[in-house]
């Protein structure tokens, strides 16, 4: 079975099943392991999960969706994910770097459901629009200083002239 995630797809995780032979070295997430699994290299080990559920103890894969991923499953996809058992795989959209790729499922994996929002990143269109030509100039000439400000920069003159003084009397009488 091929499965197509699309290009620039985004905030999806596919829920694989790992049944029969596991592929060596698929729970340590090593590119041959996953190559065997999904028919493909074009993955990002970082944004894919296995797990066994054995290791959740009491938890179903269900609640680890949603309290690991914060992913609520609706009713259909807790049907889905009710019985899974085993090891399973969950492919996050990010895996795919933004490029189409398909994955070609290998003996024993099988697709259970997409988990997330159907939402997918468009590239950014050129502006076409004539305020996007050439240079944008400071229309605004600079505003003059303030009476309040002069007065302020005059009386601080003032007080460092006066400071100078009194330390130079002080130094001459003593």
């Keep these: ?72 499953p609706d009713a259909a996809d807790l049907a889905m994910l009710k019985g899974l058992d085993g090891i399973v795989l969950l492919l996050m959209s990010r895996a795919t770097k933004g490029a189409e790729v398909t994955l070609t499922l290998g003996p024993g994996v099988q697709h259970v459901t997409t988990l997330g929002e159907q939402a997918r990143l468009s590239a950014a269109q050129p502006l076409e629009s004539q305020s996007t030509q050439g240079i944008i100039e400071n229309p605004q000439p600079k505003s003059k200083k303030s009476d309040a400000r002069i007065g302020g920069m005059v009386a601080t003159v003032a007080l460092l002239v006066m400071m100078l003084l009194v330390g130079l009397m002080i130094w001459v009488g003593g």
Excluded: N, W
């Excluded at 099943?17 to 993955?43: F, Q, S, Y």
């Design 1 to 72: 079975m091929s499965l197509t995630i699309p290009a620039l797809e985004h905030g999806q995780i596919r829920v694989f099943a790992v049944t029969g032979p596991v592929p060596a070295g698929m729970l340590e997430k090593t590119p041959d392991a996953l190559k065997e699994a999904l028919g493909t290299d074009a993955l990002d080990p970082d944004f894919v999960d296995v797990f066994d559920t054995m290791a959740l103890d009491e938890m179903t894969v269900a609640d680890f969706l949603r309290h690991g991923y914060d992913l609520t």
